[in-house]
């Protein structure tokens, strides 16, 4: 049987090489590892050079949460110059759940104005449970504000979610109601859909 210890030490020395195929084909292999032993490199390669490198350590300090972990992602949504890896970071730091994750999500949406980003956004709290019914009311209200249509689908989507909250459903249900006669045929079918009794099965 091999040693597992063995196979660790050629993924460290595989991110400690720099280069950028190694280290993306190491990060590849850290699934089977647990999330503390995994940080160190992760968090090595969220300061490479290449943006699938930052990518792709952000997505797995997501699904490898630690507290350093979510620290340098929250602290990536203002640093990183890059969209790609701003969106990956806010998809990593939504699988972290609750109003700690959500919170930071919707002040970087308010800031930061690249579709990537704002998409990633929506997107990732719409899929997340555990987000508080107010920050899910509030980016549903910026989204269907957004000159882009995604982003005004993703807010059907996540009035859908707020349908049945003992506060917020009310209101959710009859932003919709309103959105039945948009002008655009895209938001009005969406908003129909949502409004369609749901099939217990």
Not at 138 to 159: H, K, M, N, T
Not at 171 to 177: F, K, V
Request: with cysteine; net charge negative; hydrophobic share 40%.
């Amino acid at each position: 049987m091999s040693d597992p210890g063995a196979d660790f030490d050629s993924l460290r020395e595989a991110v400690a090489s720099g280069d950028p195929a190694a280290r993306l084909k190491a990060m590849a292999s850290l699934r089977p590892y647990p999330a503390e032993v995994c940080e160190p490199l992760l968090l090595t390669c969220l300061q490479d050079t290449t943006v699938l490198v930052r990518s792709m350590a952000c997505s797995g300090l997501g699904y490898k949460p630690t507290a350093a972990g979510t620290h340098a992602l929250r602290r990536m949504l203002d640093d990183e110059p890059d969209p790609n890896v701003r969106a990956e970071a806010a998809n990593a730091l939504a699988r972290h759940g609750g109003e700690q994750a959500s919170e930071p999500l919707l002040a970087l949406y308010r800031r930061d104005g690249h579709w990537l980003v704002r998409r990633s956004i929506v997107a990732a709290l719409a899929d997340e449970t555990g987000v508080p019914a107010g920050v899910l009311a509030d980016l549903a209200d910026l989204a269907l504000g957004d000159e882009d249509v995604q982003l005004q689908l993703g807010g059907v989507e996540l009035l859908n979610r707020l349908r049945h909250d003992p506060e917020r459903g009310a209101a959710a249900r009859a932003r919709l109601a309103d959105l039945r006669g948009s002008d655009d045929h895209r938001l009005a079918a969406a908003a129909l859909e949502s409004l369609l009794p749901q099939d217990p099965c």
